[in-house]
């Protein structure tokens, strides 16, 4: 019966563990990080990206950003200003301390002050929303091009309870 084979087909995938590597697909694909408040913003620029051929996740806030950057490694983060809360500079100055992965910010503020202060800051480039698809795609390769293997840093931030902890000094704040 072709039920009978289909399942003692599936009984047996299921008992055999691991991946065979030799049949899986070996690519790398950049990570990228979205942190903006904008949810629509978010999914509408994760498909943007991942039709581009990038792996891609978001975050709302500070908290969740800062918990998935430590998560994912990013190999880029487009971070928006203006955010609740902790804003885009904040967040920037706390990611700093967790992860060495470029950051761009993507704002819809049209003072241009606020691009000339990120690029002091040490942010590697500023798109202003609206944006042109191509563009953007074309700044997030150029900013991975320059930074070959964005390494983590070993320290976790833990804001909701003022804890720090900085693995390769071994020390607890």
Not at 28 to 46: N, Q, W
Not at 136 to 154: D, F, S
């Amino acid at each position: 019966e072709p039920n009978e084979i289909g399942k003692n087909l599936d009984t047996e995938l299921k008992v055999i563990p691991g991946t065979d590597l030799d049949y899986v697909r070996k690519e790398s694909r950049a990570r990228v990080l979205i942190v903006d408040d904008d949810l629509d913003f978010v999914e509408m620029l994760k498909l943007i990206l991942r039709h581009s051929g990038f792996d891609v996740a978001g975050a709302s806030d500070s908290n969740t950003a800062l918990e998935k950057c430590a998560e994912l490694n990013p190999d880029v983060i487009l971070l928006d200003l203006m955010i609740p809360g902790v804003d885009g500079w904040g967040i920037y100055q706390i990611l700093r301390e967790i992860t060495r992965a470029p950051v761009i910010v993507v704002s819809a503020s049209g003072n241009r002050d606020n691009a000339v202060r990120s690029l002091e800051m040490g942010i590697y480039d500023y798109i202003s929303k609206p944006f042109y698809n191509p563009e953007i795609i074309a700044r997030i390769n150029r900013v991975l091009q320059r930074v070959e293997n964005a390494t983590p840093i070993k320290v976790r931030v833990f804001p909701n309870e003022n804890l720090r902890i900085d693995l390769d000094n071994q020390e607890v704040v």
